[in-house]
């Protein structure tokens, strides 16, 4: 039986893309600099222990950094926060004051941001880090949860683009 790989990258792109995905700001501070990447691929893995993972690609700045503090938090972006997920996904954007005009917090745990008018926040320790070709799998442990705005619809992302979910009929 033959199982190497018959499969086009450009077609897995495209059947992955048809996954839709919430959009997220993973944050963490190394030597008094904030550092921000915009994710899609994050996700809750148990409930004992509370482990939530997200991926972050090797060759981006934040792999690094986010490896050596150890600590972290995410913010789950609401519709209204399109330009901050694009604005975090921006490769080589300047460090200093790359949170200016992006109202935050510090998480009460880590001092990581957290973005005030996300739908869903959490603090994680790291609790291992995976292998995943051009990706790391960073699993951490959740050690704070927070509900910044719990009237915002996410951000979502299906098929190359941003999309609205529509809202609940009364």
């Known amino acids: 039986m033959n199982l190497e790989p018959l499969v086009d990258p450009l077609l897995y792109r495209q059947v992955v893309g048809r996954f839709a995905t919430g959009v997220a700001v993973v944050t963490t501070?190394?030597?008094g600099t904030d550092h921000a990447m915009t994710v899609n691929a994050f996700t809750s893995v148990s409930l004992d222990p509370l482990l939530v993972l997200f991926c972050a690609e090797k060759v981006a700045r934040f792999h690094e950094v986010v490896l050596e503090s150890e600590t972290w938090a995410v913010s789950v972006l609401t519709e209204e926060m399109r330009d901050a997920s694009q604005w975090f996904a921006t490769r080589g954007r300047v460090l200093s004051g790359q949170l200016d005009g992006w109202?935050?917090?510090r998480g009460p745990v880590t001092g990581a941001p957290i973005f005030t008018g996300a739908v869903a926040?959490?603090?994680c320790r790291t609790h291992a880090v995976h292998d995943g070709g051009?990706?790391?799998?960073?699993?951490?442990?959740?050690?704070h949860l927070?509900?910044?705005?719990p009237q915002g619809r996410p951000l979502v992302f299906y098929a190359g683009g941003y999309r609205s979910i529509a809202p609940e009929d009364p």
């Open 134 to 143: 051009d990706h790391s799998i960073v699993v951490g442990e959740v050690l």
């Open 121 to 123: 926040a959490m603090e």
């Open 29 to 31: 501070v190394a030597d």
């Open 146 to 149: 927070d509900v910044p705005d």
């Open 103 to 105: 109202p935050h917090v």
